[in-house]
């Protein structure tokens, strides 16, 4: 008997309708279209504005294009793996919610938080579950309101983050297809660099740390910036030697979106041509939990079966790694 492989079978997304544009961001900030362009790539990212709505709005919508397409009964899956920093609220889990109101009855459901490794960790855990033969169907969603976290005063992240979801089928394939090997890694020593200070059993929030902006996103960019372009051009390459795989056998690098010049830094070293590397920065920003689902979103219709997609990530944490992965359809 073949060994059972988890394959992706189905892919849905969503980002809201308005669009924070690097103009507007000059009325806000103190800051230029051509800084944020030159220094990140980014052109414009959506922002959630709908009252009382949060990061399981765009999950669900995302969740709901993907089953559509799989023409899929959602009481049918066996878990919704949902993979977000910005969760509805810090308990209960956000996936419950999304689950129920998918209908997926019977799932059960949880998060999943490694900031912008979130989603390729998710995959991680969905394609050992499949492999395992112990679920069938599991939908993995990446959304993060990541508006929600972000001073809009500050220029060194408001620049950078923007709102979105994506989701992914896996389930079971019998010919060697989908998930083929990885490397994940994560080193504590980052978290200084890329964080919020308050809300968590460290410092709990008061008039104090709302006063002090300590629920917002930290970032020391250029640290991160250093430790990203170096780890996620290792891990991408060792995957790719590890599995006998030329520049000439790689069909797509589908690498996380926090900035261009890392993506670039690691294609480059990957020995890669640009019309191979999946960018859609310009247009939403870093998504975070859901660059990697809306990039696969964006190119479904460009790829074809048993094309080679290598994933690569970094983020807080740190957190990072690299997948190597078949495509089942
Ligand atoms: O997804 C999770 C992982 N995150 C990342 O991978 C992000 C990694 N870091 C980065 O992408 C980059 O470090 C940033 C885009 C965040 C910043 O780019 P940089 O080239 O590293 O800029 P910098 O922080 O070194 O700042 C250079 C200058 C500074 O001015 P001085 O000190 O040289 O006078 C900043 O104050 O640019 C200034 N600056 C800005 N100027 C205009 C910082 N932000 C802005 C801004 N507009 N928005």
Redesign the pocket.
């Known amino acids: 008997m073949n060994k059972k492989t988890a394959a992706i079978t189905a892919v849905g997304g969503y980002v809201p309708d308005f669009v924070l544009t690097n103009k507007l961001l000059e009325t806000m900030?103190?800051?230029?279209d051509e800084?944020?362009t030159t220094?990140?790539g980014i052109k414009e990212r959506r922002i959630l504005k709908e009252e009382g709505q949060g990061t399981s709005f765009l999950a669900i919508k995302a969740a709901e294009d993907a089953l559509q397409k799989r023409g899929l009964d959602p009481s049918e899956i066996d878990l919704v793996l949902m993979a977000t920093a910005t969760p509805d609220m810090p308990v209960a889990a956000t996936g419950t919610y999304v689950a129920s109101q998918i209908g997926a009855v019977n799932a059960f459901s949880y998060d999943l938080q490694a900031?912008?490794s979130s989603f390729l960790y998710g995959m991680s855990a969905a394609a050992s579950y499949i492999e395992s033969g112990r679920y069938k169907k599991i939908l993995l969603i990446g959304a993060d309101k990541m508006s929600s976290i972000i001073d809009y005063t500050d220029?060194?992240t408001c620049?950078?983050f923007g709102d979105g979801g994506g989701a992914v089928l896996f389930e079971a394939n019998e010919e060697g297809l989908g998930l083929q090997d990885e490397h994940l890694r994560t080193d504590g020593v980052g978290r200084q660099f890329?964080k919020i200070e308050a809300g968590g059993s460290i410092l709990p929030a008061s008039e104090e740390t709302v006063k002090n902006k300590q629920h917002f996103v930290f970032?020391d960019?250029?640290s991160?910036?250093k430790f990203?372009v170096s780890n996620m051009a290792d891990v991408s390459t060792l995957i790719m030697e590890r599995n006998g795989l030329t520049h000439e056998d790689v069909n797509w690098l589908v690498p996380?979106q926090?900035?261009k010049?890392?993506i670039n830094a690691t294609a480059n070293r990957m020995g890669l041509d640009e019309s191979k590397v999946m960018m859609n920065i310009h247009r939403y920003g870093?998504t975070?939990s859901a660059t990697l689902p809306l990039l696969l979103h964006d190119y479904e219709k460009q790829l074809k079966k048993g094309d080679n997609l290598i994933f690569a990530a970094?983020?807080?944490g740190f957190t990072w790694g690299s997948i190597y992965l078949k495509w089942a359809y």
Not at 29 to 32: G, H, L, N, R, S
């Open positions: 900030v103190e800051t230029t800084w944020i220094r990140t900031a912008c220029r060194t620049i950078i890329l970032q960019g250029k991160v910036f990203a996380h926090a900035n010049r890392i870093n975070t970094f983020g807080g």
